[in-house]
């Protein structure tokens, strides 16, 4: 891996992690990662033999990332899950945002506990082809803040990658927090010998999004990390007209609620528009979107998931947005991307079982 043991943040002419000369060459003065390089131990890194070990029955491993936060990377990593097992893969899914765990909640497991083996730590089940492992399951209070420096967080997801049986896995879907930091180089550096397949980066329309999920781009690209496409997420938001409230402005800039109103006149002289989906932009994208992005970068772009209520609702309540027929909008169009990204990989059940 190119620069693999040189930071994102780190100074010009910056010797490498691995150097003797790391953390004390004048090259270092003034460096944010100054003092955790001198410390460090140098040479190979003897956990890369065990991570290999404990990964080499994983066929298929996928980084999902994202330069912005609040883009709902968590959401598409959860669904992106439930959607795999549903077809028969056998898929883990591991949350290495080590401050921000939102994947027990998303996969209905907030309470849950990691139980120890003579294997392993032993991930924590939705179904009995879906296994997740997050830190969520190893805070005493949810609403504990985790204030950890680089190298713990480091050593936590070597932990993860060596220390978890996953048994014989299909895909192992990695929701990383955002940025391009210490998570995101670890867990390049840990997997990248051991067959990892790329990542698929989710923005949002609009360009405060889409400068960070650039930067995202070019961390993939110098590291020698595929970019399988770009999801643009929240991509307006659509939704059946019926689920909308209507409200009508008073002289006082209050509102009053005419929801039933509307509802009882359009049934009465309008009962077509009742099967009407309603569409409007949240986020500007006349500055062409991730689409736009992927065609000046040069990356596969996926397609787009609207800001569908209903996906958000699945979210909240742990659930998957296939299971039933409520996320009307947004499952057709997870399901889009989901078989064009196996699609273009060349993956099928019928590979898998093989042993592609």
Request: charged share 20%; aromatic share 6%; with cysteine.
């Amino acid at each position: 891996m190119e620069n693999s043991d040189v930071p994102e943040n780190a100074n010009d002419h910056c010797p490498g992690t691995q150097s003797e000369a790391a953390g004390k060459a004048d090259a270092c003065q003034g460096c944010p990662n100054q003092e955790a390089c001198a410390t460090a131990p140098k040479g190979p890194d003897p956990d890369l033999v065990a991570i290999a070990e404990r990964m080499a029955t994983v066929k298929h491993k996928i980084l999902v990332l994202s330069g912005k936060g609040g883009v709902g990377k968590s959401t598409f990593s959860a669904q992106l899950s439930f959607a795999l097992a549903s077809l028969d893969f056998q898929v883990g899914l591991l949350d290495i945002d080590i401050c921000g765990p939102s994947i027990p909640k998303m996969l209905g497991l907030e309470g849950q506990e990691i139980h120890q083996s003579n294997l392993g730590w032993s991930p924590v089940y939705v179904e009995s082809n879906l296994g997740v492992m997050s830190i969520g399951f190893m805070l005493p209070n949810p609403d504990e803040a985790v204030i950890w420096r680089g190298p713990r967080k480091n050593g936590l997801i070597k932990q993860f990658l060596k220390d978890v049986y996953w048994g014989e896995l299909d895909f192992l879907i990695v929701d990383a927090p955002p940025g391009t930091s210490d998570e995101h180089i670890s867990i390049v550096q840990c997997l990248q010998a051991t067959g990892l397949d790329g990542a698929i980066i989710v923005t949002t329309p609009q360009q405060v999004s889409l400068i960070d999920v650039r930067k995202e781009v070019s961390f993939c690209k110098k590291v020698g990390l595929p970019v399988l496409g770009v999801v643009e997420n929240m991509s307006g938001l659509h939704q059946p007209l019926t689920d909308f409230r209507f409200m009508k402005l008073s002289g006082d800039s209050g509102q009053t609620d005419i929801t039933q109103w509307v509802m009882g006149y359009m049934k009465e002289k309008a009962p077509e528009l009742l099967n009407l989906i309603a569409y409007t932009e949240v986020f500007d994208s006349s500055g062409g979107g991730g689409a736009r992005m992927c065609m000046e970068m040069g990356v596969p772009f996926l397609g787009k998931v609207p800001l569908d209520p209903q996906l958000c609702k699945a979210a909240e309540e742990g659930r998957s947005c296939f299971s039933d027929q409520r996320c009307t909008v947004s499952a057709p169009a997870l399901k889009s991307i989901i078989e064009k990204l196996l699609e273009s990989q060349g993956i099928s059940r019928m590979a898998l079982d093989d042993g592609a």
